[in-house]
């Protein structure tokens, strides 16, 4: 299926940001792409990203950018630390090119396809203006997306990099009977995403009997395929479609069913 | 006008579902279109229907398909039952083509185009997965609507169906001095769309000396046929551009001056 | 850079409105642009405009415009006259076209780029229907902005109008020792923005040897280049990506900090 190239020669641009979608941030980025490559096909990921939130913006690209066609080239920005000593990059992965701040926004994704070069934004003719402003979205960042899309090498861009800012996924702790994990993200139906994937899940049902879930002290017993399943009110894991288990509850949130703000919550199986 | 096609031989594809506009879940279904089919065109009508609302996707696509260029593709995934009977399908209208859940989503919009074929969604060649997870709108819909979309023909999706579920339009009751109507749709401006067309209030005021209208114990005895011509703070009758009757006051939210929640609220109309 | 056209010979035509992103009303406004041209590229700039505001939508238009490339079409819909005197206008300027209702939604960015010719919208032959709805978006506006971007001469619209309504943006009162500012917009991270340019604040400080900035009570005494560069809870003042001054918070929300509801607040800077 990713064989398949643009009939035009012209590669995708995915765009993921926290620069919401009133201001005129996010066009004044697509309008410098268009201004430096008019065959750009661009695809909002998302501008939502919660305001500063590096950690969201890595696992919404994680968790969407391998079903993109190859040589789309992705923008991320969540950029706390612009002006800063943090760096301006450009990835090249097995099959994608990546671009954005170095502050771990694009570890998650980048490393799972699988790095190749690492590039510093450091050449300032590819550039939208020689000195960018604070708006290095569109100064810096969109400008080189242009670039990428139209072919251009991303040495080109600057000089290489050894390695980047990670973020990495918390992992879970598993034991025989016993696995201690972490809500990771929470989606807009009010889904608590796990790092418990479903195979460790299924590899602890495997060996033990039953199993029992404990979150902010509530219990969940009762696992099943679809959301359609579960009876009303009754809260249950099920294995995302990220094929990380869930905690979900039947056409309703769980997130205000178990009163979970934000992520990081401790999620622990047990027997 | 409809019959202008586009120069590349290739069709739009219209996206409306509950996903949002934060979480990867639409990003995903772009990204596979675009990976089955690079030319395609893509339109979000939109992502923020209200969770797992199937009535308000449905009068959404209806409120607004018709505009599109023939043959456009149009998807819409609200889909709380995915996983459980109800089926997945694609229908052909007389101009256009729509794929979606069989629960109602597609029913207002498709009998208003009239239905030419009805096909169960059941060949897995055309999934993205054989074995599709929670995630149909990435798996099995976004992976037909490329296939339409570049100009297969629906027979080869899977096997015919007989007839869809439906989600009719409520009828108001009409008597010659009594209309029994009710709120059907409440949009971004707070405009009350009620199911009383303009044409059977324009019948009523022709046997009629006079009006009043009756919501939530308030009383409105006022038509105009642009916002601008109310006063301030009064709320009117207007025919809006879907040709249904709302109710609305100007530069403000009927919604809140009527404080009406969610739609099926009952409108009199009397002498 | 603005030099490039785009290769099929079509304009791109971007969309500012207060439409919402939920209802059906964009996704009208698009179907009827591709169904009069297909090969439109369309960019939303934002249809997230506080509803009815005006002079939001002309500062979020003024904000971005510039970086697009030569002839993108700009359709811009705030619209609380519609059906009143005020007439459906497109614009052409130096290197640009605008389109949308006459009512100063336009004037910033138009003025900045430089009007050559105002039409009033008024040949029928261009309406979407020749009766249009309370939907000047999709019946006019829309119809409009397809045919400019396939290039018809904005003569063919209508008659040549000798002005338009202004939005001008509230100038700053400057003098040697004080400058009398005000907010004019806030964006998505909180950022205020006021109306006093960054080369009127470096004028300020070169013939000050101190400042102090007053908002609601509240006094900012430090200025930075980068947000990164302010220590935690400390509010200053930034050149932002706009040329304005801006006061902020590093990583929150300066309009939260200052209790700021709204545009038009006083800011005074003094020695």
């Not at 765009?15 to 268009?34: E, H, P, Q």
């Not at 943090?86 to 502050?103: E, H, S, V």
């Not at 809500?183 to 060996?207: A, M, P, V």
Request: aromatic share 12%; proline share 3%.
């Amino acid at each position: 299926m990713k064989k398949i190239k643009f009939s035009n020669g012209v590669n995708l641009i995915a765009l993921l940001t926290d620069f919401g979608n009133r201001d005129g941030f996010a066009a004044s980025v697509k309008a410098v792409i268009l201004s430096k490559n008019p065959d750009a096909k661009l695809i909002d990921i998302s501008h939502d990203v919660s305001s500063y939130n590096i950690q969201e913006a890595a696992f919404i690209l994680f968790s969407c950018f391998s079903y993109f066609p190859q040589k789309t080239v992705f923008m991320a920005v969540v950029d706390p630390g612009v002006g800063s000593k943090r760096l301006p990059i450009a990835i090249k992965t097995r099959n994608y090119f990546f671009i954005g701040p170095d502050n771990g926004i694009l570890s998650l994704a980048a490393k799972s396809d699988g790095i190749e070069k690492i590039v510093f934004l450091g050449n300032k003719k590819y550039f939208l203006k020689d000195i960018p402003t604070t708006f290095h979205g569109r100064d810096i960042f969109a400008s080189a997306a242009a670039y990428l899309s139209k072919g251009f090498s991303v040495n080109k861009l600057g000089c290489a990099l050894k390695k980047i800012e990670e973020t990495d996924l918390e992992l879970p702790e598993i034991k025989k009977n016993e696995i201690k994990g972490a809500i990771i993200y929470t989606d807009k139906f009010g889904n608590l995403i796990t790092n418990i994937t479903g195979e460790q899940f299924q590899y602890f049902l495997k060996h033990n009997d039953n199993f029992s879930c404990i979150l902010n002290k509530k219990k969940i017993n009762k696992t099943y395929s679809f959301y359609n399943q579960a009876k009303d009110n009754e809260p249950f894991l099920i294995e995302g479609s990220l094929k990380f288990m869930e905690i979900s509850v039947k056409n309703k949130s769980a997130k205000e069913f178990f009163k979970i703000r934000g992520t990081g919550g401790k999620v622990i199986v047990k027997n």
